[in-house]
């Protein structure tokens, strides 16, 4: 893969790229048994569903209200009917556990002195509280919510969140995300882009393509020279 050696920020996606959106009802497993791993996946896509047609509707809330409903609903559909986890799994959301590479990756970073943002369709109290938990206070130049926007990516306004604040030209900042979907559309923005493909997931087939593909974050600094 052909190094960027134009870009002067990098600006994450929060969940499923910094933060293991899986970790909350894997922490359950316990109570959960065999259903932890459908009821993950399940509230994750129904999450994202949400944020889209929400945003399509025209019918904005935000990603706790989001959160908790797609919770909702993947609880009804596994018929698990338990008031007391339903609110230890939003509790658990705010305290999602960061994937290995990511601290290390982001230290490195920042000590060559890129600037480094969150850009995330999380608001700012779910945003603080992870990063707090992950010990990254001190990190980011900018934690940017789409509750600036008032929608969900991939509406553009979203990302220009990330051009007005970091003062920085699209293409000099590098967008990375594990959702190839988020990470297609940052690319149509005019965002350099590097999806984080962590799950194995097939190409989109939407515009546009990223400039690379990374398995994890901890192959980041070695694209950025």
């Not at 799994?89 to 230290?107: D, F, I, K, N, S």
């Not at 990190?139 to 991939?154: H, M, N, Q, R, T």
């Not at 393509?209 to 980041?220: F, N, Q, S, V």
Request: glycine share 8%; hydrophobic share 45%.
């Amino acid at each position: 893969m052909t190094p960027l050696n134009h870009i002067e920020a990098c600006v994450f996606d929060a969940y499923g790229t910094l933060f293991d959106v899986a970790a909350a009802a894997r922490s359950l497993q316990h109570r959960l048994g065999d259903q932890w791993e459908p009821l993950a996946e399940l509230w994750r896509a129904k999450q994202l569903q949400y944020t889209w047609l929400r945003g399509l509707g025209g019918r904005h809330a935000d990603f706790w209200q989001v959160t908790g409903d797609a919770l909702d609903f993947a609880l009804a559909t596994l018929g698990i009917e338990e008031p007391a986890l339903r609110e230890q799994l939003m509790a658990l959301y705010l305290r999602l556990g960061h994937y290995p590479e990511v601290p290390a990756t982001l230290r490195t970073l920042k000590a060559r002195g890129l600037k480094l943002a969150i850009l995330s369709n999380g608001t700012p109290a779910m945003l603080s509280a992870a990063v707090a938990n992950a010990g990254l206070d001190d990190i980011f130049d900018a934690v940017l919510s789409v509750e600036e926007a008032g929608v969900f990516k991939p509406h553009p306004s979203v990302y220009q969140l990330a051009v007005d604040r970091l003062g920085i030209a699209r293409e000099r900042l590098c967008f990375l995300s594990s959702n190839g979907w988020d990470a297609y559309s940052a690319k149509a923005f005019g965002f350099s882009v590097l999806w984080c493909n962590r799950f194995g997931q097939a190409p989109e087939r939407i515009p546009s393509t990223p400039d690379g593909e990374i398995e994890t974050l901890a192959a980041l600094p070695d694209l950025l020279r």
